[in-house]
């Protein structure tokens, strides 16, 4: 660990989760056979998500999460395709990683039974995406939880992504101000901005699924907050009131106004997304029908007009799935 992570509590916080022994023998193996395969066009994994978390069920469907940091997209793609592990041409996967990143991609390892939903993304634009200057809340909304770097290509990796994994979680102020407690402690600091971020997402999640997720990453939140409170105590954002803290500025409607918009624009360019996942992600039509059917607690059957062009006929169901798994007291992961 660098002297940086060692002096900064926050930094050292999100270090000590991140870099965690692992426990599951099978994504080991599975991510040392994309490591071998990548070679140094792989900069760094990092697993993230309710099945980190343990807040998913595992099932066939079940994917692991994985943020695929690399240097530059063609030579990761040519890599993956010489190696077997993808289906796809590495040049269309190229093209399209560089519109709206980070891109999905389905990794499957059979002899392991490890399904891998990778979310490519150069390491300038994950740096990007995890700043001030990020253009939504893709990569920020799901790395301020806790996540675990499975692999680095070399210390200066490690430090990169470590250092966008703190970065991540410092952002959550500007963000999530609008909707806090008038007053809070780390507890009601996390819950709050998790719902917040699960509020704003085009994913079909049930309202009281934030509660859920938050039960299960409570435990390796709670001290990451703690030192970004002290943070923000330090810079003059938050004054005690007993056991409490409260901001030392008001949000105004200009700030709540702009957050607002920024999270509307997100979910815009989030559902633009989807289209290029079409192009890069196998199989992605049964996994999505699947793992929509998993969310309601029961089978989807396509219609062969659905199943043949699914970019013209799905889009009404897919409507009114989203509606309908929003209601309170629909079934949740």
Known sequence: MSTALQAAPLAQAVAERALARSEDP????????????????????????????????????????VFVVVPRYRPFYEALCSAGLSGKRSGPLA???????????????????????????ETRALVRETSPARHDHFCIGRLFQPARLLHARDGEARELVLGCLVQALRETWGWARPWLPARFDAMAYGLSC??????????????????????????????????????????????????????????????????????????????????????????????IVQKAGRHAGAEIRLSERERRYPLVFLWGRLLRYLASARRPGSRRE
């Open 26 to 65: 099978a994504l080991d193996a599975a991510v040392g056979r994309l490591v071998a395969a990548a070679g140094d066009s792989l900069a760094g994994l990092v697993f993230f998500g309710s099945r980190h978390t343990g807040a998913a069920r595992a099932d066939a469907w079940s994917a692991y999460d």
């Open 95 to 121: 093209l399209v990683s560089r519109v709206l990143p980070p891109t999905q991609l389905s990794l499957r390892f059979e002899a392991e039974g490890v399904h891998v939903k990778g979310s490519v993304i």
């Open 194 to 287: 998790l719902r917040t971020s699960m509020r704003f997402e085009i994913r079909p999640e049930p309202a009281g699924r934030a509660d859920q997720l938050w039960a299960a990453q409570r435990e390796r939140q709670l001290p990451a907050i703690e030192a970004l409170i002290g943070e923000l105590v330090a810079a003059g954002e938050l004054r005690a009131v007993g056991a409490l803290w409260e901001p030392t500025r008001a949000v105004g409607r200009l700030e709540r106004a702009r957050r607002a918009l920024y999270f509307r624009r997100s979910m815009a360019r989030a559902t633009a997304r989807w289209l290029k996942h079409v192009v890069s992600f196998e199989g992605w039509l049964d996994y």
